[in-house]
C-alpha cells in the first residue's frame, strides 16, 4: 500500500498529475458503466484506489510547496503582500501568515 512519502521521490507534480488523472478517469468511467451497462471497464482494485489516494495527498503537498516557492519568488520580485493576496485570492495578512507558517514548519523540519 502506497503513501505519499514512499511516492515523493518517485513522482514529480506532473508525473503525479498524469497518473492520478489516469486513475481517477478509469473510476469515473468504470462508475458511470454500470450505469449504462456497459462492459469491460473495470473499477479500481483496492491496491489503485489507495494509490489514488496517496497520489491526491502527495500533489497537495507538491502544490503546497510549489506554492510558497512561488510566493518567495513574487516577494524578491518585489511584489507587495497586498498583492500577493489578491493573486491568491486572499488578504495580505492571510498570505504572509500562511508563508510565514510554511517557513516555520521548513526551518523545523531542517532541524531533524
Same mark, same amino acid.
Request: with cysteine; net charge negative.
Given at each position: 500500500?502506497? =503513501?505519499?512519502?514512499?511516492? @515523493?521521490?518517485?513522482?514529480?507534480?506532473?508525473?503525479?498529475?498524469?497518473?492520478?488523472?489516469?486513475?481517477?478517469?478509469?473510476?469515473?468511467?468504470?462508475?458511470?458503466?454500470?450505469?449504462?451497462?456497459?462492459?469491460?471497464?473495470?473499477?479500481?482494485?483496492?491496491? @489503485?484506489?489507495?494509490?489514488?489516494? =496517496?497520489?491526491?495527498?502527495?500533489?497537495?503537498?507538491?502544490?503546497?510547496?510549489?506554492?510558497?516557492?512561488?510566493?518567495?519568488?513574487?516577494?524578491? =520580485?518585489?511584489?507587495?503582500?497586498?498583492?500577493?493576496?489578491?493573486?491568491?485570492?486572499?488578504?495580505?495578512? =492571510?498570505?504572509?501568515?500562511?508563508?510565514?507558517?510554511?517557513?516555520?514548519?521548513?526551518?523545523?523540519?531542517?532541524?531533524?
Amino acid at each position: 500500500m502506497p =503513501a505519499p512519502d514512499d511516492l @515523493e521521490y518517485e513522482y514529480t507534480l506532473l508525473t503525479a498529475v498524469a497518473r492520478y488523472d489516469i486513475l481517477r478517469t478509469r473510476d469515473a468511467l468504470a462508475s458511470a458503466s454500470s450505469y449504462v451497462d456497459q462492459p469491460g471497464l473495470l473499477p479500481l482494485s483496492d491496491e @489503485e484506489a489507495l494509490e489514488l489516494l =496517496a497520489l491526491g495527498e502527495l500533489i497537495a503537498r507538491k502544490a503546497t510547496c510549489g506554492r510558497q516557492l512561488d510566493v518567495r519568488t513574487a516577494r524578491k =520580485a518585489g511584489a507587495s503582500w497586498a498583492q500577493i493576496g489578491q493573486s491568491l485570492g486572499c488578504t495580505k495578512q =492571510a498570505a504572509w501568515e500562511s508563508h510565514a507558517k510554511w517557513l516555520d514548519e521548513e526551518v523545523w523540519t531542517q532541524k531533524k
